[in-house]
């Protein structure tokens, strides 16, 4: 089954084979599978490529392959670039309306808890559906956009600056991660994902187990989050870990095109760009406070 976590379940992730993707082997005709009794995406894609045809199996260190011909219900670059520009922009839209018209209150953080978990519930709810909702993936990105508006503008009310650092921070990861990528320099196998996966999962528990422990008050000042150096060094690891996340998000996206993912994945593929670019976002956002703090 895949994960309920959108960040590792999104149509490349399981519990089962950590990175997944299409299995045009096994299921000829896709929509007959069960998505959950037979997971379209829980198969290796370097023991068989997401988006390859029957017959081809690749080992962990053969990386890509012939891509098929181009046809009119495939997957381009243009689809993800625009579906992506969708989805960002509306997130945009959503930070900016909020910040411009919801002053710092309490309502307003209210305000922005409840529209983190409505973005949660859709993305939940995309997370486990079989086709891609373009309204669903809309509305996340737009309660999102809410969310962050909000957030970025109590940071700036207390850190002059700090969402527009943040904002350059982010784009400054996400293009060395895409320049690393393209450069070679990072293989995304089987056993990369594997590794990543596992310490990723590893944070997360550990962060659940802090968010407990100062809610109970036995860690004060965030525990592990706080505003001190450690939380610097934890803020460093979730920012590398959202550049993990993108190399896994280049790499579904290289191989969708490659091997005739259908069109409507691009949707997809711009909803896992987004929810990771949110996650470096909001921790480049802690990150810079962090150190402002200390200057």
């Given amino acids: 089954m895949r ?44 023991a068989q ?32 670039v625009v579906r992506s520009a969708m989805t960002l922009g509306t997130v945009v839209v959503g930070a900016v309306l909020a910040w411009a018209l919801l002053p710092v209150s309490p309502t307003s953080y ?19 559906k079989r086709t891609p909702a373009p309204a669903l993936i809309l509305g996340y990105a737009a309660f999102e ?22 904002v350059l921070g982010t784009m400054a990861v996400s293009g060395a991660t895409l320049l690393v990528y393209k450069a070679g320099w990072i293989r995304v196998t089987a056993r990369y994902a594997r590794i990543g996966l596992a310490i990723a999962m590893a944070f ?11 809610a109970f008050g036995v860690a004060e000042d965030g525990g592990l989050r706080s505003f001190g150096p450690i939380g610097a060094v934890v803020g460093i690891i979730a920012i590398l870990l959202g550049a993990f ?24 593929a711009a909803f896992g760009l987004t929810v990771t ?14 150190f402002t703090n200390n200057d």
């Fill in 110 to 128: 209210g305000l922005a808890v409840g529209s983190a978990l409505i973005a949660f519930v859709l993305a939940m709810v995309q997370n486990f």
């Fill in 245 to 268: 996340f993108l190399t896994l998000d280049f790499k579904q996206i290289q191989d969708g095109i490659a091997y005739g993912a259908p069109r409507n994945e691009s949707w997809l």
């Fill in 204 to 214: 997360l528990v550990v962060m659940a187990v802090n968010l407990l422990l100062v």
């Fill in 145 to 166: 956009g809410i969310f962050l508006g909000v957030i970025s503008e109590m940071y700036n009310s207390r850190w002059q600056g700090a969402p527009f650092q943040a």
């Fill in 277 to 290: 670019l949110v996650w470096i976002y909001l921790e480049m956002l802690r990150l810079v406070a962090i």
């Fill in 49 to 80: 490529d997401p988006y390859m045809p029957a017959g081809h199996a690749p080992s962990d260190a053969e990386y890509g392959a012939p891509p098929q011909a181009a046809g009119t219900d495939r997957m381009t670059m243009d689809d993800v």
């Fill in 3 to 46: 994960s309920s976590n959108p960040v590792f379940s999104r149509r490349g992730f399981s519990r089962d084979n950590g990175y997944a993707g299409f299995n045009t082997a096994a299921q000829a005709g896709y929509a007959g599978a069960n998505p959950y009794a037979q997971n379209p995406y829980a198969q290796n894609p370097y």
